[in-house]
Nanobody, 115 residues
Framework: QVEIVESGGGAVQPGGSLRFSCAASGDAIRSYTMGWYRQAPGKERELVATITSGYSRLFGDSVKGRVIIFRDNGKNEINLQMENVIAEDAGVYYC?????????WGKGILVTVGS
């Protein structure tokens, strides 16, 4: 079993930045792919960014060029930074930890983008 603790997000102004952290606990976490997904009201959940155990990164099309993700295997933690936030970035952000058929989700963090 994997436990996930998410932090960060919150309210941000357009043009601002967001920070997220996700810490996972369990066996062999460093062998899992970790990442963030998000879901806006009325829309499907979509990829923000993932990072594999070998540090390969994948970014969602809507955030490319605005997001960086990095991983600390010593802490079993990932951190994501988003710059130049726009209204469409609002939603609930979820940390995901997965390996093969093992797939774990955090409870989610709300992000609001206000003017």
């Amino acid at each position: 079993q994997v436990e996930i603790v998410e932090s960060g997000g919150g309210a941000v102004q357009p043009g601002g930045s967001l920070r997220f952290s996700c810490a996972a606990s369990g066996d062999a976490i460093r062998s899992y792919t970790m990442g963030w997904y998000r879901q806006a009201p009325g829309k499907e959940r979509e990829l923000v960014a993932t990072i594999t155990s070998g540090y390969s990164r994948l970014f969602g099309d809507s955030v490319k060029g605005r997001v960086i993700i990095f991983r600390d295997n010593g802490k079993n933690e990932i951190n994501l930074q988003m710059e130049n936030v726009i209204a469409e970035d609002a939603g609930v952000y979820y940390c995901n930890v997965r390996r093969g058929e093992l797939d774990y989700w955090g409870k989610g963090i709300l992000v609001t983008v206000g003017s």
